[in-house]
Nanobody
Framework: QVQLVESGGGSVQPGGSLRLSCEAS????????LRWYRQAPANQRELVAT???????NYADPVKGRFTISRDNTKNTVYLHMNNLKFEDTAVYSCYAQWITNTYWGQGTQVTVSS
């Protein structure tokens, strides 16, 4: 059974940092494109960052320069390093894996930025 399990969410003050992790099981991880999405209450789901099998990356404009996506294929894990967090980064963050027509979602982890 394929599983994506996120961890690392929590509460942080503005300007703080968090690192999210998403560990995958039972997939050929190195072949997959990996993405982090987020969804705030009453908002649509938003693509935050992408990392491809060749480790090339893309970021949504609101997080450029603050967030970094990375992957460790030896640990079947994708990370989202979030720095200089802002109130508007508050959301449920979910990881997503895609290879050809195979797609999987994690369950999500809450990130709350508050003072």
């Amino acid at each position: 059974q394929v599983q994506l399990v996120e961890s690392g969410g929590g509460s942080v003050q503005p300007g703080g940092s968090l690192r999210l992790s998403c560990e995958a099981s039972n997939i050929r991880f190195a072949f997959y494109t990996l993405r982090w999405y987020r969804q705030a209450p009453a908002n649509q789901r938003e693509l935050v960052a992408t990392i491809n099998p060749d480790a090339s990356t893309n970021y949504a404009d609101p997080v450029k320069g603050r967030f970094t996506i990375s992957r460790d294929n030896t640990k079947n894990t994708v990370y989202l390093h979030m720095n200089n967090l802002k109130f508007e980064d508050t959301a449920v963050y979910s990881c997503y894996a895609q290879w050809i027509t195979n797609t999987y979602w994690g369950q999500g982890t809450q990130v709350t930025v508050s003072s």
